[in-house]
């Protein structure tokens, strides 16, 4: 019987996207032999103030255009299509449901994971992925392991501890550095950088 295809699910406000989520998500797919990582900028987070976050639009291309060169990477705009808010659980549903063969891979930063049990429906989540996750800062690396182990011996969960590398960069870092004037060259792909500064995002005059 073929080997099931094995897909990487890259969700994040992507506001905007910068190498931190590109460097994740290709170690990702290295470690786990992904056959593809589907990037999907969410819609209407739930968790975060509305106001700061640019229209799902403009997220979206400055996604194409990080990804465009990485023939393993591609863009999903199902949660930004999706009226109301997004959420994990309906994602991972959907896709299912188009083709319940693929074996489907959750990838998150360490932050993520952290709260990940305040997740709606994180229970379905974990029946039908497996978790990716990297440690993000200083201290979580053991604390990452120790909630791991945690979770999979509570609800027999899959999940799978990239090898520790801290990348530390953040989507609020780089809007800051803009707003600033400051410098994110190296931080953010040049071609989303040159889609910010035509476009005057992030307080770009
Ligand atoms: P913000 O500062 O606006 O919250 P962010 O940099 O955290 O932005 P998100 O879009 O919130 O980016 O993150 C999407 C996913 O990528 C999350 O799972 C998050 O944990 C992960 N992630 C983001 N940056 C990093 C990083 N530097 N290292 C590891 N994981 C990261
Ligand atoms: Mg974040």
Known sequence: M???KRIGIMGGTFNPIHQGHLILAEQAREYCGLDEVLFIPSGNSYMKPSDEILDGK???SMTALAIEDNPYFALSTMEVEREGATYTCDTIRELKGLNPSIEYFFIMGADAFFIFEKWKNYNEIL????????SRDEKDTSQL?????NLQKKYQAEIIVLPERKIDLSSTEIRNRLKNGESVRYMIPD??????????LYYIR
Request: charged share 30%; aromatic share 4%; with cysteine.
């Open 145 to 149: 392991k120790e909630k791991a182990a």
């Open 2 to 4: 073929a080997q099931k």
């Open 127 to 134: 029946a039908n992925c497996i978790l990716v996750v990297e």
């Open 191 to 200: 071609k989303v950088l040159s889609y910010i500064q035509k476009n005057r």
């Open 58 to 60: 403009t997220r979206i």
